[in-house]
């Protein structure tokens, strides 16, 4: 991803590099978007006990390993996972992924769904099923969801 970020120098952020919790709560309350392409879903640098306790502006697309994944703790507790912490700190929505995905794939779908939806002509979640297709395994593609308003427009 690291050639992808450079063709989009206006675009702040990190690459390579970890981010602090500070750092990650400012992108959080301050931009309009949140992406994230590592492992899992960034709970190492900001545990989602934390991202619910804030106010969360931006939508977040979380392109790791099981970001999108809830948890069943008990018969009669509801599901849980990262996913609900942003949308229950006031994120718009959240992109992530169901299961343990492949980094090429995850990759190409990033690409893919970044271009289309970026440019400005097709809704978020036309983007994601437009994205989905260029994945080479059918169950990476399928692993890739979204939670939240699917009426989110292209963010300014």
């Given at each position: 991803m690291t050639k992808y970020m450079e063709k989009h120098p206006n675009w702040k952020g990190l690459v390579e590099e970890e981010p602090s919790e500070e750092q990650l709560r400012d992108v959080l309350a301050s931009f309009d978007l949140f992406l994230y392409c590592g492992h899992g879903s960034g709970t190492k640098f900001l545990p989602s006990i934390?991202?619910?306790?804030?106010?969360?502006?931006?939508?977040?697309l979380l392109f790791g390993c099981s970001s999108g994944k809830l948890v069943q703790y008990g018969k009669k507790v509801e599901p849980h996972g990262v996913a609900y912490s942003y949308l229950l700190a006031g994120s718009p929505g959240v992109l992530g992924a169901l299961c343990v995905v492949t980094d090429v794939d995850t990759d190409l779908i990033t690409q893919?769904?970044?271009?289309?939806?970026?440019?400005?002509n097709v809704d978020l979640l036309s983007s994601l099923?437009?994205?989905?297709?260029?994945?080479?395994?059918?169950?990476?593609?399928?692993?890739?969801?979204?939670y939240g308003l699917p009426s989110i427009s292209l963010l300014s």
């Open positions: 934390e991202v619910q306790r804030m106010e969360c502006r931006a939508l977040a893919a769904f970044l271009d289309t939806w970026l440019s400005g099923v437009k994205a989905r297709k260029v994945a080479k395994s059918p169950f990476n593609a399928a692993a890739c969801i979204f």
